[in-house]
């Protein structure tokens, strides 16, 4: 039986639209749309879609790093938004992140000791020596060297800096981690070595993992359930082996017809949306996708879709079923 480790509810997150001298508007941006999802314990989760779909914003309201607009988070049953600030301390040692950028996110004056050694000493793990010895563990686990402790993050290419983020993520043994897009700025000939290294380590750690992507080949190779985004809004959600097989909705389907078939005697016509995504700001009415939906109806205008069980555990946003 499955055990249900995080699940997001109706999530919700408008922005105020940016202001100037000039104008003065009162419009919101809407970065998240009452999305609502589940990742079971020890699985692999990925959000995929267009860039601007709202994968990353996502991904900060679950760490609760920014509040929400309305909505509900649950991490083993308690909603993270009504934590105290002791207790959402605690949470967070269960839920990390590793970053896009592995450069940005570490501090450049900081030596790579000090850089793993910090979120032990917030949370108050081991003595010096033994926080010591956990750096040197960590570093081991993740492909590098003892003496790279008393280096610089400048000094390491961006494969092995994306391995310290890594290490940095995984040093207070979490349950839960989010990968947001860790291989997109990487060399194709290094992403390969960083995603077979996190699937190792979720086997060794027992991981959870929410994977933001846009490169579907990964999602084949490393997650059991996929939520496909479009402005905002969850059009599908299913299993990494139904999707795949059968996307059901018109943007999935245009998404997955443009992964790059290794087999020239297989390979399937791709599908090309036509016009621009939507500004969040001013989204359609009714359907979000349907301005670039071959197969729009009158009614996709008019009414929003829910998200319908197709079989199982596979669910999609979509009038024409």
């Known amino acids: 039986m499955t055990e249900t480790l995080l699940c997001v509810e109706n999530l919700t997150k408008y922005f105020d639209a940016q202001e100037n001298a000039v104008v003065r508007s009162k419009a919101k941006v809407k970065a998240v749309d009452d999305i609502s999802f589940s990742v079971e314990k020890g699985s692999v989760f990925a959000l995929v879609g267009e860039s ?3 994968k990353s914003t996502t991904a900060r309201l679950i760490l609760k790093l ?33 970053f896009q950028d592995p450069y940005s996110s570490l501090n450049p004056r900081w030596r790579i000791e000090q850089i793993l050694s910090e979120p032990l000493d917030t949370h108050h793990i081991g003595t010096r020596a033994e926080r010591k010895e956990m750096v040197k563990n960590i570093l081991e686990i993740v492909g590098l ?17 994306q391995r310290i983020g890594i290490a940095r993520a995984l040093i207070t043994h979490p349950k839960f981690v989010i990968c947001d ?29 929410l994977f933001i992507t846009h490169d579907l080949r990964i999602v084949q190779f490393l997650c059991d359930m996929v939520g496909v985004m479009y402005l905002g809004k969850i059009v ?9 097989r059968d996307p059901k909705h018109p943007y999935s389907q245009a998404l997955f017809s443009a992964i790059p078939q290794p087999d020239p005697f297989n390979v399937k016509a791709e599908i090309t949306l036509e016009g621009d995504v939507p500004s969040p700001l001013n989204p359609p009415s009714g359907c979000r996708f349907h301005t670039r ?5 009158p009614v996709c205008s008019e009414l929003e879709p829910l998200l319908k069980v197709i079989e199982g555990n596979h669910k999609c946003a979509c009038h024409l079923l």
Request: proline share 3%.
């Open 52 to 54: 601007g779909c709202g």
């Open 66 to 98: 920014i509040q929400p607009t309305k909505g509900k988070v649950s991490f083993e049953g308690k909603d993270i938004y009504s934590l105290s600030s002791k207790e959402l301390l605690k949470t967070r040692r269960d839920i990390q992140m590793i």
């Open 145 to 161: 060297r003892e003496e790279d402790s008393q280096k610089y993050p400048h000094e390491f290419s961006g494969g092995q800096r």
């Open 181 to 209: 897009e860790p291989i997109s700025a990487l060399d194709v000939s290094i992403q390969a070595q960083i995603i077979n290294l996190l699937k190792d380590l979720q086997q060794e750690f027992k991981l959870t993992y």
């Open 236 to 244: 599908e959600i299913g299993s990494t082996e139904a999707i795949f």
């Open 293 to 297: 939906c071959q197969y729009a109806m």
